[in-house]
């Protein structure tokens, strides 16, 4: 009598996640070995990963795409550090291309998988975020292609006092599409690859002034094609051992060159600190 898992269907590889490391895995599997079968398993109801997940102001990538892309499809691309959109649209373009969205099953989140000699297989169990139905199925081989982030939930450290904070706290992770900065002043806090993309990002025609706080001192230099301005008089990486939310008014006006009617200081004049 043949195994419960011998009875589910069966695959040779399962890639789960379908973002640039999952759809590049899949058209190397498509192109070296035709004959076996595979698909993608993506928990979203779109590909690309990262780059569909994240919607912030000024969302890029660190790496060059002409390393970072696809050597199958080179980037083509005038900018070679190249915004969230034009990475997102790469992404899906290639996808259409190679036939790889063909691979994708959509709303299929892996909860466990568990390995058996005797059978020489993987058995995965995936559940549908949209109904809510548990299902399983086997594997040869099987490709983890879901990169570092936790995509329900980004890391928030705690913050003392953040319960009498009255402002709005946003998790870049979980950008809202329709936030309005009219008049406000914003802390970054963290002054890493996000804080120096968001910053800049941020429309010059509103009277905004954001700052950066971090724990420790952070280096810039400029790239082509950034208004690498607005970093330098917007962001400001100081010594804060308890980085909070509700800095935004002191910090904003007496560290990062803003004042209370929300216009700026020049990033030379000593009185910002």
């Known amino acids: 009598m043949p195994s419960a898992a011998a009875q589910l269907e069966h695959l040779d590889v399962l890639i789960v996640g379908a973002g640039i490391s999952g759809l590049g895995a899949a058209y190397y599997l498509r192109r070296e070995h035709p004959r076996r079968s595979h698909a993608i398993l993506e928990a979203r109801g779109a590909l690309g990963g990262t780059w569909d997940l994240f919607r912030y102001p000024g969302i890029r990538s660190d790496s060059d795409l ?34 790889i969205e063909r691979d994708i099953r959509y709303h299929t989140k892996v909860v466990s998988a568990s390995w058996s000699s005797p059978d020489a297989r993987w058995t995965v169990e995936v559940v549908n975020t949209e109904s809510g139905a548990r299902s399983a199925l086997t594997c040869s081989w099987l490709l983890c292609a879901t990169g570092y982030y936790r995509y329900d939930e980004g890391f928030t450290p705690p913050f003392d006092g953040r319960e009498r904070f009255r402002g709005q706290i946003i998790h870049p992770q979980h950008w809202p599409a329709d936030l309005d900065v009219t008049g406000r002043r914003i802390v970054v806090i963290g002054s890493g690859a996000t804080a120096v993309t968001l910053v800049p990002g941020w429309p010059t025609s509103r009277r905004t002034s954001p700052c950066c706080s971090g724990r420790r001192p952070t280096s810039w230099q400029p790239r082509p094609g950034t208004r690498w301005s607005s970093v ?34 020049p990033p030379g004049d000593s009185s910002a600190g």
């Open 66 to 99: 002409h390393t970072f892309g696809y050597a199958f499809k080179p980037w083509r691309g005038e900018r070679f550090l190249a915004d969230g959109e034009q990475i997102l649209a790469y992404l899906r373009e290639t996808a259409h291309e190679f036939g």
């Open 232 to 265: 330098c008089a917007g962001c400001s990486a100081r010594s804060v051992p308890t980085p909070s939310p509700a800095l935004s008014t002191s910090f904003a006006s007496r560290r990062c060159g803003g004042s209370a009617d929300g216009s700026r200081r």
